[in-house]
């Protein structure tokens, strides 16, 4: 492991690697999910210069737009300027992203479509995105480092998507509600599921090991649609993937902290918790923040305001913000969302919304 990675395991002045640890932290650190996107200008000012991917895969414009909602709010995590998607395209499925449609890949539906996948090509396909990585750690890290107000403490994350919520898209070929052709496949045809999420399982692993190798201080398995499934499928396609993953990053990076999010879980999110060795878990908008630290007491936890009332700024987002973030005191807690950010929302909404999360 670089020297990068050794100071990430003994790192203690930073605020969100240390509620990751389990310390209790007050104010509590915050960043949001999706908080470089489409509702700051600076990072609209980018978009045109190229599309999607070659945002993702060009160090300069992925550290940039990285960094921009850290010069503008210091907040505290820094999260790499990605898409969950990367993995598969860089397996060798076709990728693209269209205006108003989101992803579209060539689905996964046969073995043959599932043998033109390689792995081996990941380290390679993904050497751009490391070098991003490395750029941004050594900004946060450095002499003059982003976000004066923070001065050296923003944590660098990592992130990945969890094998099912890959899958998912994987399978269908683009978005959906539901993912019917996706769940089917679980059902009809197991046995080649069950190789196209054992291969996104070791795949995860290895990348995301890769990316903490790179400067990552914390990686985040975002498993959007964990909630479609029952429990039976949730503990097989959402629980034993996050396990086996989990392990193998603490076997091979030690001392690294998983943060995991499986969205819409519901009453399955404990047993998630108690059974995939994750260090924090985030909780999306219909979660009982208060609740679910009764069921998991010894865990800390992410989130978990809604996006729309950040959109709709105002008192009530700042009563709910204020409720959240009070319920949480004495326990370790990074103040999130629930979910991403969305487009229209004011920049100043943002600005608000840490101002409040840092009062005393």
């Known amino acids: 492991m670089t020297g990068m990675n050794d100071r990430a395991m003994t790192e203690t002045g930073k605020p969100l690697l240390r509620v990751l640890q389990g310390e209790a932290v007050w104010p509590p650190p915050l960043w949001l999910m999706r908080q470089a996107g489409r509702y700051l200008p600076e990072f609209r000012a980018l978009r045109d210069k190229a599309d999607f991917i070659t945002r993702c895969m060009t160090p300069d414009l992925a550290t940039e737009i990285t960094?921009?909602?850290?010069?503008?709010?210091?907040?505290?995590?820094?999260?790499?300027?990605?898409d969950i998607l990367i993995l598969p395209w860089a397996m060798g499925q076709s990728l693209d992203f269209v205006q108003g449609t989101g992803p579209v890949l060539g689905a996964i539906r046969s073995e043959a479509d599932l043998a033109r996948l390689d792995p081996r090509r990941v380290a390679d396909a993904t050497a751009?995105?490391?070098?991003?990585l490395s750029r941004l750690r050594a900004t946060l890290d450095g002499p003059d480092p982003i976000g004066?107000?923070?001065?050296?403490?923003v944590a660098l994350l990592g992130f990945a998507g969890a094998p099912f919520?890959?899958?998912?898209?994987?399978?269908?070929?683009?978005g959906s509600r539901d993912f019917e052709a996706t769940r089917g496949m679980a059902y009809a045809n197991p046995m080649l599921f069950d190789r196209l999420m054992d291969m996104l399982t070791r795949a995860t692993a290895d990348m995301l090991c890769a990316q903490i190798d790179a400067g990552a201080e914390a990686?985040?398995?975002?498993?959007?649609?964990?909630?479609?499934?029952?429990?039976?499928?949730?503990r097989r396609h959402v629980i034993a993937p996050t396990r086996a993953i989990v392990q193998e990053i603490q076997t091979r990076r030690p001392g690294i902290p998983v943060i995991g999010f499986p969205r819409l879980a519901g009453i399955m999110a404990a047993e998630y918790a108690r059974d995939?060795?994750?260090?924090?878990?985030?909780l999306d908008t219909g979660t009982d923040m208060a609740a679910m630290a009764g069921l998991v007491?010894?865990?800390?936890?992410?989130?978990?305001?809604?996006p729309l009332l950040l959109l709709a700024g105002g008192d009530a987002m700042a009563a709910e913000a204020r409720s959240i973030r009070d319920a949480m005191k004495g326990r370790p807690h990074v103040f999130n969302l629930g979910h991403g950010v969305v487009p229209p929302t004011p920049p100043e909404h943002v600005g608000e919304l840490v101002r409040i999360v840092r009062e005393g």
């Open 297 to 306: 007491p010894d865990l800390p936890l992410q989130g978990n305001l809604d």
């Open 148 to 153: 004066a107000a923070q001065g050296g403490k």
């Open 276 to 282: 995939t060795g994750v260090k924090t878990m985030a």
């Open 128 to 132: 751009p995105v490391m070098e991003t």
């Open 219 to 234: 990686v985040m398995l975002f498993d959007s649609w964990a909630g479609l499934l029952p429990p039976a499928q949730f």
């Open 165 to 174: 919520t890959v899958a998912c898209y994987m399978v269908e070929g683009h």
């Open 67 to 82: 960094l921009q909602p850290i010069r503008r709010y210091a907040m505290d995590g820094a999260i790499l300027f990605s």
